[in-house]
Structure formats: C-alpha cells, structure tokens
C-alpha cells in the first residue's frame, strides 16, 4: 500500500513539472512572428526620391510633389509675389497601368535656367517650354516644363536631381555669361562660320547674320522662311571672343536634340516657346545666347541643326 501511495505521488509531481516546463522556442518559429517590414508605397517613394512632399489626388489618378520658391523675394509692379501666387515648384506623376506620365513647372531665377535644364536633359527628362509668367518682376523670374514616361522610380529620381538644382543653384550660385561686346567694334571673320555652317550670311552694321528658312502650311498655304519660319544666328564681335544670339525653328519631334545639342556645346537656352498657332506641322522656336569663338559657336549650331530631319 505505502509504494502505492508513493509511487502515485511522484507520479503526480512528474506531471506538475511536465504542465510547467516551458515549450521550446525554434529560432524559424521565432521569426514567424515578428512583424515584417513594410514595403514602402509608391507615393511614399515618390516623396523620397523628389526630397518633397505629395498629395494623391483620387479623382484623376495623380500624385503631386511640389514644394515653394520660398527663398525668392520677388516684386512684380510694386506687389509682394508670394508662392501661392505663382512661385511653387511641382512635379505630378499620373499613375497608369504599367508606367507614369509627369508633368511639372519649375520656378527659377534666369541664372538657374540652364543648370537647371542640362539635369534634366541628361537624366531623361523632357523640356517642353520656357517662359515669363510675369511683367516687371524683380528678380526676373522664368518658368520651365518638363515632362517624361516610363519608370516611376526613375522619373522621381530625375526630378529629384533637378530640385536638389534648383536648391543648390539659389542664392546667385548659377551661371550667368558676360561679355563686353559691341558690333562698332566686331571684326570677326565671316569665312569661319561659313565653313562650319555651310550657309552664307551677311555682314551688316557689325553683326553678321545666318538665316535658314524651313516650311510649314497654315489655312492651306505655305509660310516659309519670309513669314518667319526660319532659324536664325547673329555673330557680334572677334574670331576669338564673340556672342551669338538666333532662334531655331523645329518640328516638335526635333526639340529634345535640339536643346541637347546646344546645351552640349555650352549654348544658353533663354525661351521655348510657338510663334503660330494652327499650322502644319506645328514649329516649335527656341531662342539661345551664347559666348566663345566663333568657330566654337558655329559648331554647337551645326550640331543642333545636324539634328533636324529636314
């Protein structure tokens, strides 16, 4: 009876440390239950890669970066321009299936208008128009479009480089040429960018000017290089040390290697803008300032008009 009792009784304590011994606990099983990172949204990316911040509007699919010229104090005619009157800088990605479209509006002043655009141009972006907004502001003020497709990450990643511009560039930190030119004084050689061009100008008044015509058709006529429809280049000064400033005339297909081109050789775009309305097929015109040789000039011209179709 008593090795009964006691063989009952260590049965029982067995059975206590049994229910008390914990489980163990399996690293893997351990894992399972640790919450897992979040994948960061896409609009959440967006923000990251631009450096600004967004708002989804559902309606149309868009998600909006933007951020205010805040550091600009701009008078136009006397009045305070403040960024909720026209001076915040954008971005807005409209979400599709299997890419995105952006479009923006970049808010600079003149000195950081071509810093500005070779970011973009050399990260894939589009430049679309670059124009005032405004008469008699002080700083003078520009606005430039971009817009591109593809990617989401990398469009935010471009558009990122040319905020992080427009930041670095603020304050008087961009470029802006100089040059102590006077056609009373110009005696450059006109040969030297005949040879490059490959077109005659004429010397006049100490500016000695090219002109290329081009054609389009508007109300079932044609408009050519007297109507307007040209490109055109104007050379003031020596062989060695010269300013050109023109227009180009392009198809829309054009602009893009244009502006590269020029940019390339260290040519100012200062507008891209249309001259008409309703022709066919439509003429794009951008308008440039450059410094340098003359020889040096005339090549960035070649090389952007060596990239038109016609």
Do not use: C
């Amino acid at each position: 009876m008593k090795k009964l009792v006691l063989a009952a009784v260590l049965l029982g304590t067995i059975s206590a440390l049994s229910l008390a011994k914990p489980n163990p606990v399996h690293a893997e099983d351990h894992q399972t239950t640790q919450a897992k990172p979040t994948e960061p949204s896409l609009h959440e990316k967006i923000e990251a890669l631009t450096g600004a911040k967004g708002k989804l509007v559902e309606k149309e699919g868009v998600f909006k970066v933007s951020f205010p010229r805040s550091d600009l104090h701009v008078k136009a005619s006397g009045v305070h321009i403040t960024p909720p009157m026209g001076l915040t800088v954008w971005a807005a990605f409209k979400l599709l299936d299997d890419h995105v479209m952006m479009m923006g509006d970049m808010v600079l002043l003149e000195d950081q208008v071509n810093p500005v655009m070779s970011v973009a141009l050399d990260n894939g972006l589009e430049v679309t128009a670059l124009h005032n907004h405004f008469f008699w502001d002080s700083p003078k003020v520009m606005f430039m479009h971009i817009g591109g497709s593809g990617d989401p990450e990398q469009l935010a990643a471009a558009v990122g480089k040319v905020f992080a511009t427009i930041k670095a560039t603020s304050g008087g930190k961009g470029q802006k040429p100089f040059a102590k030119l006077d056609p009373v004084h110009t005696k450059l050689d006109p040969k030297k960018i005949d040879d490059v061009l490959g077109v005659k100008g004429e010397l006049k008044d100490g500016v000695y000017k090219v002109t290329i015509g081009r054609s389009t058709t508007m109300d079932g006529q044609e408009m050519g290089n007297t109507m307007g429809v040209n490109t055109w280049a104007a050379f003031v000064g020596s062989d060695d040390r010269a300013v050109v400033d023109g227009d180009v005339a392009m198809l829309e297909s054009e602009l893009q290697p244009v502006l590269k081109a020029l940019r390339g050789a260290g040519i100012d775009i200062v507008a891209i803008h249309n001259h008409m309305v309703g022709e066919s097929p439509r003429i794009m015109f951008l308008h440039y300032w450059g410094i340098g040789s003359t020889e040096q000039l005339a090549k960035g011209l070649r090389a952007a008009l060596d990239t038109q179709k016609q």
